[in-house]
């Protein structure tokens, strides 16, 4: 059931990515970070009970980065893409992949 909820909100996070790349003004910084914070927590309630805390501290230190404003923001608001160009080129190719693994049912 922990991990069916992963895998849910795994494709929730996904696809919203890939439509906020792809689709110009619909970046929500609160709904990707409400969903990414959901899914942090799912995922350490998922491997808590088989790793070891520093391994469980590698999955923060991990969101603790993806779901910052300056991070999402970064990707996502125009105004940006000019400072960070190399941010842009990057999400794109980070899109493709996701894409890439939708299409193969791997997430």
Known sequence: DSLLSV??????????????????????????????????????????PHLTEKSVGRVEQIFGVVKTE?????????????????MRQLMGQVVDDLIACLDAGTI
């Open 7 to 48: 895998q849910v909100n795994l494709k929730t996070v996904v696809k919203t990515l890939i439509s906020f790349y792809q689709v110009d003004h619909t970046y929500d910084r609160f709904f990707l970070v409400k969903y990414l914070t959901e899914l942090e927590t799912l995922l350490k309630n998922l491997i808590r």
């Open 70 to 86: 300056e991070f999402l923001d970064q990707i996502y608001q125009p105004k940006w893409f000019v400072l960070y160009p190399e």
